[in-house]
């Protein structure tokens, strides 16, 4: 399948919003509250991605994978958002791709993109975190050699409530 992937602008953010909007209502049934997945708006989301792109610096980027002329996926990343960091370590932050590209291999070819990035920039390690209930989200990292760690926490994500594990992968093995 063609596809490309760019760096993302702030033109991308209402592309962003609505596959936020998608891959979580898709990903996170019966992870999140059906009402809470209900009423996300794909507008609210692609104003904080409006923020979020204005606001990019050096050391964090987004990804936005591009299928013919459709933005479909998109990744976030940067230096890891730990309250002690060793300054050897990025973050994805947050990886999402619209449920009807699922199961193509997309979402691999923008994970392995953002690990690549993360590794080029001079990070040795890659930790995310994700919800514990996406399993699909999980056998992609763990096939991607991505390991589960004993680390796990309740993280409020936009007013809910999730528990969450984090993967961490070496990037100079």
């Known amino acids: 399948m063609e596809h490309v992937i760019r760096n993302a602008s702030i033109d991308d953010a209402d592309a962003i919003g609505a596959v936020v909007v998608r891959a ?22 692609a104003a904080m991605w409006q923020r979020v792109l ?11 994978l591009i299928v013919g002329e ?5 990744a976030s990343c940067g230096p890891e958002l730990a309250d002690v960091s060793d300054g050897e370590t990025g973050e994805l932050y947050a990886i999402n791709l619209d449920p009807d ?7 691999r070819v923008l994970l392995a993109e953002v690990t690549r ?3 080029d920039v001079g990070y040795h390690t890659a930790v995310l975190w994700v919800a514990a209930g996406n399993e699909r ?3 992609l990292y763990e096939s991607e050699g991505w390991t589960a760690e004993v680390s796990a926490r309740d993280a409020e994500i936009l007013g809910v409530i999730v528990n969450e594990v984090r993967y961490r992968k070496r990037l100079d093995a």
Do not use: T
Request: charged share 25%.
């Open 117 to 119: 990035g993360l590794a």
């Open 54 to 64: 204005a606001d990019l610096g050096p050391d964090r980027w987004v990804q936005v």
């Open 101 to 107: 590209h699922w199961g193509r291999g997309l979402g």
């Open 24 to 45: 979580w209502q898709a990903a996170y049934r019966g992870i999140m509250p059906d009402d809470y997945l209900d009423g996300l708006r794909a507008e609210q989301r």
């Open 70 to 74: 459709e933005l479909v996926g998109f």
């Open 137 to 139: 989200a999980r056998y």
